[in-house]
């Protein structure tokens, strides 16, 4: 694995600069240690994003088609997995939605000992908290009227509120300012409600991790290196090696070296390479509960568009311009589900072959073939409109059920290593709730909201309630919050790493991103992982710390 450079060396490397990674990495970095960060993905200043993820070299994370966006797709068998790739990681895609889990799910047994008391996390939810810039969602625009209704017709408008968010909303005639760090922070402009969050905010208002912890990260001397695809691990006498290999060119590239490494690769990068190490037997990882227990959050994914060939002046670009954000308001069915809101920004209609008219019960696929016959002008509505993502709203629904899948990393019959499924339990591509949801969204949206007698709007303007297409024809739902596969637990019988998130019987690697979390989070997981990497980053620094303190009064008593 030797590479052409000579290795380069760290204090810490950190593989992956998401909310694992960049946390960590400033945490560090404060206290004085040389840190480098690896990440697979490119570096995005506000005007690369693209317009509408139909710009796909922008949007899309595919290097085979020489596509290095922002968005990665994945299909394992049973999930389709969402995921961000970039220096930023998830938020430089994600719905800016930080919001802390129930104290019931932080009980949860699953968890180590010194984690399942919600007071032990207080610390550092409130650091995260004041890093992201979260405040509360202060406008109600269409998508949150409609999921108000949808709480009305399920029993629980009592339960709806905005979403807690990271975005500045100052005034927008207001010039670029630093609205979080007294002048120490990059310049921002205020949200301007267009809807594009989960493409890339173009104007500078989302809170992505290049706006807080990993800028000041490199102001306090980490080095972050964009489109270096971490390829192995190996060890020497003075620590870790990390090998790597150029994204865009293809080719093998620097080797680095440090006696501690983070990986915070986000799920599947982390478990790509822990087992792909076992497999191939680099690392000797005899860790039963490796790759076991990965949960979607419960996710599903349904929603409703107006079936009309709409005019760009009255019900296209300039509506959806001042729309909303991604995601501004939820509501709690029950217990153990919420539901989010969601929209796309105009003219982003990447998704729009992925929905299919909403089909229930146990022959979905039949269903869905005879519905051409049986509704064809439904099919040929959905099919005039002419701007899908301004015509459509998406509801995100997430349980804290105990629904999970295994993964491991082996050889197909044709010789080609992936990462694959390998069990775990039946996850449920429909949901009674989130069908119900979606049909009383359809019925909102199939209605004129200015006329208060709830009069039907014309024929060819009622909405269609939907579906993803794989939930119906291959019984696989989408998930955008993969967790857990390498857990934090106890013992190495209950999980992968410990409380200080070191794996077991390999001192010196770490892992601190959404893999360690060992429950359905029943929210977006963003500030959770963000809090754990908090509590992470301080006891490792103390520890590194109080070890150099000591080495070095060795050597003056020597």
Not at 537 to 546: F, H, Q, V
């Given at each position: 694995m030797?590479?052409d ?13 998401g ?9 560090l970095?404060?206290r004085?240690?040389?840190?480098a ?20 070299r ?16 994945t ?31 932080l ?21 995260a ?61 205020a949200c ?18 290049m ?7 490199e ?16 060890r ?7 090998h ?24 599947l990068?982390?478990?790509?390479l822990?087992l ?14 490796l790759?076991?227990g ?6 599903s ?21 001042a ?8 509501i ?8 989010e ?6 003219g ?8 299919v ?9 039949l ?8 509704r064809?002008w ?7 409109t ?9 509801l ?19 010789g080609?290593?992936s990462?694959?499924?390998?069990g ?22 199939s ?14 303007r ?9 939930e ?11 967790l ?19 794996v ?7 892992v ?24 992470f ?10 070890e150099?303190?000591n080495?070095?009064?060795?050597q003056?008593?020597?």
């Open positions: 030797a590479s450079k000579l290795a380069q060396d760290f204090d810490v490397i950190i593989v992956g600069s909310f694992g990674g960049s946390v960590s990495a400033l945490r970095a404060e004085g240690l040389r840190v960060i690896l990440e697979e993905g490119r570096r995005f200043r506000d005007e690369d994003f693209a317009e509408s993820n139909l710009q796909l922008r949007y899309l994370w595919a290097p085979m088609l020489r596509c290095f966006g922002v968005q990665a797709l299909l394992l068998r049973g999930v389709w997995l969402l995921h961000g790739k970039g220096v930023g990681g998830g938020s430089l895609v994600y719905a800016n939605t930080l919001m802390q889990p129930s104290e019931t799910v009980r949860n047994a699953l968890w180590p000992k010194s984690l399942r008391e919600p007071k032990e996390w207080d610390q550092y939810f409130a650091r908290r004041k890093m992201l810039g979260v405040t509360k969602y202060p406008y109600e625009g269409e998508p949150e009227a409609a999921l108000r209704a949808v709480a009305r017709d399920l029993g629980c408008e009592s339960t709806f509120h905005p979403t807690e968010v990271g975005v500045y909303f100052g005034s927008t005639e207001q010039g670029p300012v630093d609205p979080y760090f007294e002048g120490r922070g990059p310049l921002r402009r301007t409600r267009c809807g594009a969050c989960m493409v890339g905010c173009r104007v500078g208002a989302k809170n992505t991790l706006k807080n912890y990993l800028f000041f990260a102001k306090h001397g980490a080095e972050i290196h964009a489109e270096r695809r971490v390829i192995r691990l190996s020497d006498a003075s620590g870790w090696l990390v790597t290999k150029d994204v865009l060119r293809g080719v093998k590239a620097e080797t680095w070296r440090a006696p501690r490494v983070i990986l915070a690769a986000g799920v990068g982390t478990l790509r822990l792909e190490h076992r497999a191939k037997s680099w690392l000797s990882l005899a860790l039963p509960r790759g076991r990965v949960r979607t959050n419960g996710e994914l349904v929603g409703a568009t107006r079936s009309v060939r709409s005019s760009l002046d009255t019900s296209g670009r300039a509506l959806a311009s729309r909303g954000i991604s995601i501004g308001a939820a709690h069915p029950d217990a153990q589900t919420k539901v809101s969601v929209i796309y920004p105009s982003s209609q990447l998704l729009r072959g992925l929905a008219p909403l089909q229930s019960g146990s022959w979905r696929p269903q869905l073939v005879f519905s051409l016959f049986r064809p439904t099919w040929w509505n959905l099919a005039r002419r701007d899908w993502a301004a015509q459509s709203i998406i995100l629904v997430m349980q804290t059920t105990e629904d999970f899948i295994d993964l491991e990393f082996r050889r197909s019959w044709w080609r290593w990462l694959r499924r390998s775990g339990t039946r996850l449920p591509s429909q949901l009674g709730l989130a069908q119900r949801a979606a049909l009383s969204l359809a019925r909102w949206m209605t004129d909201p200015k006329k208060t007698s709830g009069e039907r709007l014309a024929s060819e009622l909405a269609v309630a939907q579906n993803v297409i794989s119906v024809l291959l019984a696989t739902p989408t998930t955008a919050h993969i857990g596969g390498a857990a934090l637990a106890d013992s190495q019988d209950q999980g992968v790493v410990d409380e200080n998130h070191e077991f019987g390999h001192q010196g690697l770490f601190c991103d959404g893999s360690v979390i060992p429950v359905n989070l029943g929210v977006n997981p963003s500030l959770t992982i963000a809090a754990l990497a908090e509590r980053a301080s006891r490792l620094a103390d520890r590194i710390l109080s150099t303190a080495d070095f009064r060795k003056v008593e020597l």
